[in-house]
């Protein structure tokens, strides 16, 4: 008896064989649309930056936990009034966070009359949050 | 005797093409697609690149200006010209002047060996000029707290997103 000789794709093979081809089509487009978020929060990053630098040489936020507003960060500069209104409607919540604290013995010792003293290295962070953004600043405090 | 089976049928062939070419119209809108936003993504890497080179530029030349060497003259509500003396450069200069002009909304950055400390240039000036980008705002605030000489730099751009830099001058007396 003859058997039947297949030399040829049927329909559905070639079907399958698309709907293959199209779902990793999906996959590329998906993996480009992750690539466009990871570009945006980014750049969200880098122009939120910034405001971590008004933690700079700034004693009085940063060491503690504080809801104010970001214009409070910025008070020791005479603002002009459009500045000024846009900083003070952003609420922003300062937080701090001890991440090491290095213990460097006894300052003064060497002296028998001096009176002893310890000095400790505290590494920490503060954070700036806020609805839109949240930036971090590594600081260095010594007791 | 069964029927031998060696290629496809008409209509199997046309309906395949059918298929490919729905798909084909659909890859090359999505292509396209593609294109359009790589390019956009590319323009707006471009401004982000540019914007982190300015605010390290003037990031740099506030926090190393020479002390007391920082003059700050309003010409407008929204408009400052800043002349200081830094040890920053980008021209290899050895501690430059450097002005930040305004001129018709667009923001310049001049650097000179010759002291510049006023906006009308005299005619024999020597500087190079650097352009930073169209703003609507450009001001530079000095901290109202006497220890301590530090700056906040606001510069509104128009096309791209604004600086808000806090700088603390490294070289204060």
């Known amino acids: ?143 | 005797m069964r029927l031998r089976r060696s290629a496809f049928t008409l209509l199997e062939l046309m309906i395949s093409i059918s298929i490919l070419s729905i798909m084909m119209i659909y890859l090359y809108k999505s292509h396209a697609a593609l294109n359009v936003s790589n390019s956009n993504l590319k323009d707006e890497a471009r401004r982000v690149e540019n914007i982190q080179k300015i605010k390290k530029v003037v990031y740099l030349d506030f926090l190393t200006a020479l002390p007391s060497s920082t003059l700050i003259t309003n010409r407008e509500k929204n408009e400052d010209a800043v002349f200081l003396q830094t040890s920053h450069s980008i021209h290899r200069r050895f501690n430059p002047y450097v002005a930040y002009l305004l001129k018709d909304e667009k923001l310049y950055r001049l650097e000179s060996l010759r002291r510049i400390a006023d906006y009308e240039l005299p005619l024999d000036s020597e500087f190079d000029l650097d352009y930073l980008g169209e703003v609507d705002s450009f001001r530079v605030y000095k901290s109202s707290d006497i220890k301590k000489e530090a700056f906040l730099v606001h510069i509104d751009f128009q096309t791209i997103d604004d600086v808000l830099l806090k700088i603390k001058v490294l070289n204060e007396y």
């Open chain 1, 1 to 143: 008896m003859l058997r039947e000789r297949r030399t040829a794709f049927t329909l559905i093979e070639v079907m399958v064989a698309v709907m293959i081809i199209s779902v990793v089509i999906m996959a590329l487009i998906q993996a480009y649309s992750n690539n466009l978020h990871i570009f945006n929060s980014i750049k969200n990053q880098i122009k939120s930056n910034q405001y971590a630098s008004s933690l700079i040489s700034n004693e009085d936020y940063g060491f503690e936990d504080k809801h104010i507003s970001l214009y409070d960060l910025f008070r020791e500069f005479d603002l002009e009034s459009d500045l000024k209104m846009a900083l003070k409607e952003r609420k922003a919540e300062v937080l701090y966070k001890e991440r090491e604290s290095i213990d460097l013995g006894e300052a003064g010792a060497e002296s028998q009359d001096a009176p002893r003293q310890t000095v400790v290295l505290e590494i920490g962070s503060s954070v700036i949050k806020t609805e839109e953004f949240s930036t971090s600043l590594l600081r260095l405090r010594i007791k």
